[in-house]
């Protein structure tokens, strides 16, 4: 005897037979549920669904056979216009994190077998489709006319490899025989038989290409090779690129790790362009060669001592002839730099070796500095002994530190030379000349801070030495008055020093209002003056600096250690201009407030807050000729509660400032009127019209904003805790 029933809402049903689900059954269809009582079967109609354990499947129609453990899933013939001879509620079946679809299902879910008929399924990464797709168990499929790819376009697959026969074992291995790979449905080549490997994770194999077309190169495929999973600690990826429009490159990745040793990698790339990209119009038989070379290496090699290298070398015209980014083609530059930096443990001495290198990819002009080599040793107490806190005699304070460092730089510069041609014009040849430059610098510092009483004394002494292999000398050309400079060898040494002398005291003033919840207010002021002494090392006693006869047998001086024209300077500089002899000035002042603690703090803690920061500074250099006081420097800071940072600075100078009005004729002949302005050595006071001009400001206003500056607060104080105590007996 048959029975149905028309239901609308889920329904669990279980069966009792030697084949029975041990699990719970939810079915649902939106049309008709039978009952076959004598087969024990059901069939579902109209959008069903059913699902059990980690098992989910969708279909218009679905027939379960309870002894048989199975069900046969199918769509129907979809009837809206357009979409004639195409199918309706074809079954999908999820299982865990796999997803089976095809046209018509059949699936054991005791055995874990099954088929699909036009199926398609997704394992891992790849998307595997076929006319017919066996599941023979749980770890094995057999597909028929079958098709794996990793493109997910779900319309049309733009490239895939397909075969016959294929065997697939999911995160072990694909087995096809033959194979063909295609793209657009283009077959490009085909083998007898092949074994790709599917796991996931790292594992050695086939890089799939990526298909597409460019304006400049043409139709491309891109990034196809072989992927090599050496072992833990490092892997290789070669691949390698076509253009129709002609032009290839090869490339080769290589990367390698020890956890919590070193890491790095190695990227090279070479190709061939056979016309000039942006230019079709360029004959094909100029080809252009490009590559590139990019390691990076990081290591820990002690706890002191660290390694790392970051080191880009490419041809000029490489990003424009292979690369789509956007960024690599605006990029003009390319940097590389790579470093060595130890220290000592327990001491106050460190070392490190550095190599830079700035590529213009413009001009083909690069900056290097091969090596740079600094050791530093900071400020210690040679006559203050172990364990003094520095409170000892006055020879106890006296220290010094100093700091070594070695330069070599390496510079190719470019320049435009203008010479007449055969015809009686001008060419302009570009011309590329590379610079050498070599140094040594030894900074020894002597410094000591005594107190005498309530006010801190600090002398202190400075000797620079730098040693040079050349310099640039100059000499003037009287038949078309030019001046040319040429490099001299030699050896060089600067001897240059600096002495000074500051004092510095507090003064504190204390304000107790009581009021308004104010505890005090405090003003900390820190007056500072110091002197400082540099000789003026373009004297001829010196014997630095340099001199020629130049137009009307003037005498001219420079320095032979900046450099001039084209020709760069020496790697540490040359010794200065002028004397100097510096009383420097400075007041600091300090405005604070403390308050009673707020009302929910517990630890009655009383709260402190920085009302305003004042600066003030300013110069006098007593051997100057002229303007000898500095402009005169005047900064400040506050802070409104925790919300708003304001700070700004200002300068002002004490001189007149002198405009002058000068007619010229122009070019057409009419008299033209500029201004010029200068600095007079006239104090403004003595004009009666104040002390000071403004020359110079900035203000700066910074906030911080964070959802828990919004976020209500609960209440700590001691009533509320004492309030939800009671409440809680």
């Excluded at 490009?188 to 490997?197: K, N, T, Y």
């Excluded at 070599?438 to 900074?443: A, D, N």
């Excluded at 003064?507 to 400082?532: C, D, E």
């Excluded at 009383?606 to 900064?635: E, H, M, W």
Aim: aromatic share 12%.
């Amino acid at each position: 005897v048959r029975d149905s029933l028309r239901i609308i809402s889920d329904t669990t049903i279980s069966f009792a037979s030697k084949n029975s689900v041990d699990t719970i059954v939810t079915y649902t269809a939106k049309d008709t549920v039978v009952y076959v009582l004598d087969d024990k079967r059901m069939k579902l109609y109209g959008s069903s669904a059913i699902s059990f354990g980690t098992m989910g499947l969708k279909a218009e129609r679905i027939t379960l056979n309870w002894d048989a453990s199975t069900f046969q899933a199918t769509g129907i013939p979809d009837t809206a216009k357009g979409r004639e001879g195409r199918f309706t509620g074809t079954p999908i079946l999820n299982e865990g994190a796999e997803k089976y679809e095809g046209l018509e299902m059949s699936y054991n879910f005791k055995t874990k077998k099954g088929v699909i008929l036009e199926g398609q399924t997704v394992i891992g990464d790849g998307f595997y489709l076929g006319e017919r797709i066996k599941r023979a168990s749980e770890d094995v499929y057999f597909i028929s006319s079958g098709q794996y790819t990793t493109c997910d376009k779900p319309d049309h697959k733009h490239f895939y490899f397909g075969s016959p026969r294929m065997k697939v074992v999911p995160n072990d291995v694909i087995i096809a025989e033959p194979i063909v790979f295609f793209v657009e449905d283009i077959p490009l080549f085909a083998l007898p038989f092949a074994v790709i490997p599917g796991k996931s994770g790292r594992s050695s194999g086939i890089v799939i290409p990526t298909f597409g077309d460019d304006y400049a190169r043409g139709r491309f495929l891109k990034g196809g090779g072989y992927y090599l999973a050496a072992s833990d600690y490092w892997d290789l990826k070669l691949t390698a690129d076509w253009y129709s429009k002609g032009g290839y490159q090869m490339g080769g990745f290589l990367q390698y790790s020890k956890r919590y040793s070193f890491n790095g990698s190695i990227d090279a790339s070479y190709g061939r362009q056979t016309y000039q990209i942006g230019d079709p119009r360029s004959p094909d038989d100029l080809p252009r060669t490009d590559y590139r070379m990019v390691l990076r290496h990081s290591q820990q090699i002690d706890p002191s001592s660290q390694l790392s290298a970051d080191l880009s070398y490419l041809t000029d015209s490489y990003y424009q002839s292979f690369s789509n980014n956007i960024n690599q083609l605006l990029n003009q530059e390319v940097r590389s730099s790579a470093s060595y930096s130890t220290s000592w443990e327990g001491t106050n001495r460190s070392l490190s070796v550095n190599i830079e290198r700035s590529q213009n990819l413009v001009n083909g002009t690069s900056s290097n500095i091969f090596p740079r080599i600094s050791f530093n040793q900071s400020q210690i107490y040679p006559f203050r002994p172990a364990g003094s806190n520095g409170d000892g005699a006055w020879y106890e304070m006296i220290g010094f530190d100093y700091s070594g460092q070695a330069l070599q730089t390496i510079n190719v510069t470019a320049r435009d030379v203008i010479s007449r041609d055969t015809a009686g014009g001008f060419d302009t040849t570009t011309v590329k000349e590379t610079f050498d430059r070599r140094g040594l610098q030894h900074s020894f510092r002597l410094l000591s801070s005594p107190k005498f009483g309530y006010v801190t004394i600090q002398p202190s002494f400075s000797l620079q030495e730098r040693w040079y292999d050349h310099r640039v000398e100059r000499a003037f050309n009287p038949a078309d008055s030019t001046v040319s400079a040429r490099d001299v060898r030699g050896f060089f040494a600067l001897h240059t020093f600096s002495l000074g002398v500051s004092a510095n005291t507090k003064l504190y003033g204390t304000l107790s209002p009581n009021i308004a919840g104010i505890i005090g207010i405090r003003h900390t002021m820190q007056p500072q003056i110091s002197y400082s002494y540099n000789p003026d090392y373009s004297t001829s006693a010196w014997g630095y600096y340099q001199s020629y006869r130049g137009i009307r047998d003037s005498l001219i001086r420079y320095d032979p250690y900046t450099g001039y024209g084209n020709m760069p300077g020496e790697t540490f500089g040359g010794v200065g201009y002028g004397e100097s002899q510096t009383i420097g000035m400075s007041i600091s002042n300090v405005f604070e407030m403390k308050m009673n603690p707020a009302a929910d703090d517990t630890t009655l803690t009383p709260r402190k807050f920085q009302l305003l920061s004042l600066n003030l500074s300013s110069g006098y250099n007593i051997v100057a000729d002229s303007l000898k006081l500095s402009p005169i420097s005047l900064s400040y800071s506050t802070r409104v509660q925790e919300l708003v940072d304001m700070s700004g600075s200002a300068t002002y100078s004490p001189y007149v400032i002198q405009r002058r009005r000068l007619a010229e004729p122009d070019s057409l002949g009419h008299r033209a009127v500029a201004e010029q302005a200068h600095l007079t050595n006239r104090y403004i006071a003595e004009d009666g019209v104040g002390f000071l001009r403004l020359i110079g400001f900035s203000f700066n206003l910074q906030t911080r904003l964070s959802s828990d500056m919004f976020a209500s607060k609960p209440d700590t104080s001691v009533k509320a805790l004492l309030g939800n105590y009671a409440y809680r007996i």
